[in-house]
T-cell receptor, first 114, second 115 residues
């Protein structure tokens, strides 16, 4: 069955430290992969997406993610986090041609220590 | 420009009452989606509209849930005879079209509490 796993429910990182949020997926074909961010009290915003080509994709707010087919992973990274990055991060896999077919992970809540 | 607007932002209702949640998408966006977000869960897809039609209603959890979209714009999600398990944040999103190349734009959600 198609699925998306975000193993970490929450992660605490010191401001200025590096960040990696994990995302693993199970999907039979070449996946379309997304990361969205949800700030407190807000809706979700697209950070970045991978469809094909270069496996390292750059997104907004200084985030990047790397698609690793052999590990079925699409981990999100940022070299140095800011307090404003505190939010919940969702990984999603496109299971078909349409947006409504996205499969969502349960999210990882990022807490920033001052 | 205006983003996706949802109202009310918070709704507290008594068990057994009906509620209506409203979504005003970005102008020109033909696709509209409803999701439910429960604490500690990912997004649960409920229904989507292409124009005024809802090709896939399979995500609606029960027949107490219904949705409509009029004029290719505003959508209403109705929950009849609310139950405590309906308590969640209901998110609406829209996109230019339904293809995965069109990013989803989300509203801030309606937090529903059923007492």
């Amino acid at each position: 069955a198609q699925s998306v796993t975000q193993p970490d429910i929450h992660i605490t990182v010191s401001e200025g430290a590096s960040l990696e949020l994990r995302c693993n997926y199970s999907y039979g074909a070449t996946p379309y992969l997304f990361w969205y961010v949800q700030s407190p009290g807000q809706g979700l915003q697209l950070l970045l997406k991978y469809f094909s080509g270069d496996t390292l994709v750059q997104g907004i707010k200084g985030f990047e993610a790397e698609f690793k087919r052999s590990q079925s992973s699409f981990n999100l990274r940022k070299p140095s986090v800011h307090w404003s990055d505190a939010a919940e991060y969702f990984c999603a896999v496109g299971a078909g041609d349409s947006n409504y077919q996205l499969i969502w992970g349960a999210g990882t809540k990022l807490i920033i220590k001052p | 420009g205006a983003g996706v607007s949802q109202s009310p932002s918070n709704k507290v209702t008594e068990k057994g009452k009906d509620v209506e949640l409203r979504c005003d998408p970005i102008s020109g966006h033909t696709a509209l989606y409803w999701y439910r977000q429960s604490l500690g869960q990912g997004l649960e897809f409920l229904i989507y509209f292409q124009g005024n039609s809802a090709p896939d209603k399979s995500g609606l959890p029960s027949d107490r849930f219904s949705a409509e979209r009029t004029g290719g714009s505003v959508s209403t999600l109705t929950i009849q005879r609310t139950q405590q398990e309906d308590s969640a944040v209901y998110l609406c999103a829209s996109s230019l079209d339904r293809g995965r190349n069109s990013p989803l734009h989300f509203g801030n959600g309606t937090r529903l509490t059923v007492t």
